[in-house]
């Protein structure tokens, strides 16, 4: 059986800010970039052995804007203490300090960063229950 894949795409006004944050800080690889594809330029970040991968597109003369509440979330669930730690100082060596959370619920066991665009990233200490 094939397993599903999945892609969270979403606008930016700017691609080249929120590499630092994908890349660098949540340690994810560029996959594949894009320019002048049907009047969207686009970046892949995502790990090429994992089933998801982000997708950012610009469209010129289209204002995306920031995200509309600060609740606006991606959570990844990392179990292992080591992990989760190595997690949360790449973000901090990368320049980005965890953000209080809107539902003081994700701040018990993770932290939360938020990208250039407004948009959060929960990295919890906990597995997924589910």
């Given at each position: 059986?094939?397993?599903?894949?999945?892609?969270?795409?979403?606008?930016?006004?700017?691609?080249?800010?929120?590499?630092?944050?994908?890349?660098?800080?949540?340690?994810?690889?560029?996959?594949?970039?894009?320019?002048?594809?049907?009047?969207?330029?686009?970046?892949?970040?995502?790990?090429?052995?994992?089933?998801?991968?982000?997708?950012?597109?610009r469209s010129l003369g289209h204002a995306a804007g920031r995200a509309?509440?600060?609740?606006?979330?991606?959570?990844?669930?990392?179990?292992?203490?080591?992990?989760?730690?190595?997690?949360?100082?790449?973000?901090?060596?990368?320049?980005?300090?965890?953000?209080?959370?809107?539902?003081?619920?994700?701040?018990?066991?993770?932290?939360?960063?938020?990208?250039?665009?407004?948009y959060r990233v929960v990295i919890q200490r906990a597995?997924?229950?589910?």
């Open positions: 059986m094939i397993s599903p894949k999945l892609r969270v795409a979403r606008p930016t006004d700017d691609i080249e800010a929120l590499i630092p944050f994908y890349r660098d800080g949540l340690g994810f690889d560029i996959l594949h970039r894009f320019d002048g594809h049907d009047g969207f330029d686009g970046v892949m970040l995502g790990r090429s052995d994992a089933p998801y991968h982000f997708e950012f597109t509309p509440t600060r609740d606006h979330l991606l959570v990844f669930y990392l179990p292992e203490p080591a992990e989760w730690q190595a997690a949360i100082d790449r973000m901090e060596d990368a320049g980005f300090m965890a953000v209080p959370a809107f539902n003081p619920y994700w701040d018990r066991s993770g932290r939360t960063f938020e990208d250039p665009d407004g597995s997924w229950s589910f």
